[in-house]
């Protein structure tokens, strides 16, 4: 049984060696976002945790401070014009979602688990309502990120969200992490800017 205690503490140990081992990368991009654009380093945003509860998610900082807040990027008619140079990057590696390891050690995520959504994405909080998706802790990443990310639409998404839970195991995380590392590396499913049907696209 891959019980709720079993997963925190495999989530603890592995967040808090990866946190120690990329220290030195966490003080390369805090310096170069720093020396590079205005505004602070992190970028805290509202998100939805476990039950529905609300907790504060972190990333770098990717985007210029007077982006529109609580707007999911897709949303922005030209999203390009608020990315930074640095953020651009870091989009595009998703090392600006290596902040959310200090978000896993506190306890408001898993490594594995549906994508935390933004506080007004009520849709697909509802969505997930149908699949008991909004009952499992939120992770940094997850099944329907490594079937498609920014490129579903919210029923897809919530679809794929019920399915991990349903599969939630020790062997299938580990093939979610896997398959997220080869998914990173090609880049597949980022989308900037669009028409709204896809899934988060998150802001800064």
Known sequence: MYSKYGKRLIDFLISLLGF???????????????????????????????????????????????????????????????????????????????????????????????????????DLIEQRDLYQANDVMPGLTGWAQINGRDELEISVKAKLDGEYVQRMSFLFDCKCFLLTITSVLKHEGVVEGGTGSMHEGDSQ
Not at 30 to 56: A, E
Not at 87 to 102: H, M, N, V, W
């Open 20 to 122: 120690i081992v990329l220290s030195p990368l966490f003080l390369i991009l805090c310096l170069l976002i720093k020396i590079t654009s205005k505004g602070p380093i992190f970028f805290k945003q509202k998100r939805v945790g476990i039950h529905k509860t609300y907790f504060d998610i972190l990333k770098f900082r990717t985007m210029k401070i007077d982006t529109p807040k609580d707007v999911p990027t897709h949303l922005l008619s030209d999203p390009d014009q608020y990315i930074t140079s640095v953020g651009r990057f870091l989009r595009k590696t998703s090392l600006d979602e290596l902040p959310q390891l200090i978000n896993i050690i506190k306890g408001d995520m898993s490594i594995v688990g549906p994508r935390p959504a933004l506080w007004n994405q009520y």
